[in-house]
């Protein structure tokens, strides 16, 4: 098998676009960074595809789709335009135009960005974050058909054609809240999972590994499951629930915005401490709930790498016409109050 790029990064311990740099004489890395890594390109016999060389003479344009929530507790779509922002950096001294483009909070909307993407003369590869699989392969198909690739982040669209993924896997983030409940709790009665958009693959599947992990594990206890929607005040309905039952113990709040007005109702219905309380993300806003106990832990799912890894993966294959796996798996983590300022 033909070594790569990747195979290249990998050996040297540094990333695809410092070997980049290297190969091809860009300013921004040391001698000995430099001559190590071109050292280690004649070993392993890496030879520059011609794909990437014809590619490299012209721009190449790139299309990130994000979503752009207007509402204050935005962090993870801010943190996900981040990555993009941070690729287009890197990518722009080899001629790489990425270009951020809102997509609106519903899949009609980010649908709508995507048919006029479809018009395009001179755009090679798509980003995106995907607000509904189901609205969305057919569009993700369109794109394939011209031989444009799409990689999603964050949200999936599996039943299309798109290229990849990159994303947390959120099924197991589901068990792993699943099993941060049980253990900071051997004797739960009910937990409450305050979920999302179940038009959104990941929160399917993040639901899907919650449920799983309670069932097989403690299959005593009560779960019930309030949605965010835009028929729904979360929060009216939140408090709704907790008012009337009195074995709550537990809520898993397995979308990120979301979290801060779970932890506005545990304040006034002064049970803040009492339930035990699983988040996801790791944002500002967050921090005081996670300093006062509202919040015994979140769980880290870096949407900046996210939407950065897919960006890099789709210049990757556009340069070198190679792809070693359909989805990239980014590392998730537990995060509590020791380690909470790690993670912002």
């Known amino acids: 098998m033909a070594c790569t790029l990747k195979d290249v990064a990998k050996r040297a311990n540094v990333s695809i676009v410092t070997v980049h740099k290297c190969i091809y004489g860009k300013p921004g890395i040391s001698e000995e960074t430099r001559k190590r890594v071109l050292a280690i390109v004649e ?39 981040q990555g993009a922002e941070q690729a287009a950096q890197e990518l722009a001294s080899y001629g790489v135009n990425v270009r951020i483009i809102p997509s609106g909070s ?40 011209r031989n444009i690739p799409v990689v999603t982040f964050n949200a999936d669209a599996p039943g299309s054609h798109r290229l990849a993924c990159v994303a947390a896997p959120t099924q197991r983030m589901g068990e792993l809240a699943a099993e941060l409940l049980l253990k900071l709790n ?40 309030i949605n965010n929607s835009s028929r729904t005040n979360l929060q009216e309905e939140l408090e709704k ?3 009337s039952l009195d074995d709550v113990t537990g809520i898993y709040c397995s979308m990120t915005r979301n979290a801060v007005p779970v932890c506005q109702s545990l ?65 998730i983590s537990p995060v509590m109050l020791s380690n909470f300022e790690y993670f912002l």
């Open 43 to 81: 070993e392993m016999h890496y030879t520059v595809n011609p794909s990437a060389s014809s590619l490299k003479r012209d721009n190449v344009n790139i299309a990130v789709v994000c979503p752009n929530m207007a509402n204050q507790l935005n962090s993870f779509y801010v943190k996900l335009a």
């Open 106 to 145: 519903t899949g009609a909307s980010q649908n709508q960005v995507l048919d006029r993407l479809l018009e395009e003369e001179n755009l090679h590869g798509v980003a995106a974050y995907c607000l509904d699989d189901g609205l969305l392969d057919e569009t993700f198909d369109k794109f394939s058909q």
């Open 186 to 225: 051997r004797d739960h009665k009910r937990i409450i999972i305050v979920g999302g958009d179940k038009r959104l693959s990941n929160l399917r599947d993040n639901t899907t590994g919650f449920y799983s992990y309670i069932q097989q594990h403690d299959p005593e206890i009560s779960l019930l499951e």
């Open 241 to 243: 629930v907790l008012a």
């Open 267 to 331: 304040h006034r219905m002064g049970l803040q401490r009492k339930i035990r309380l699983i988040c996801t993300d790791v944002f500002q806003e967050l921090y005081p709930y996670v300093q006062d106990g509202t919040v015994d832990a979140t769980i880290w799912q870096n949407p900046q790498m996210q939407c950065y890894n897919a960006t890099m993966l789709l210049y990757y294959y556009l340069t070198t016409g190679k792809l070693q796996e359909k989805y990239f798996k980014i590392p």
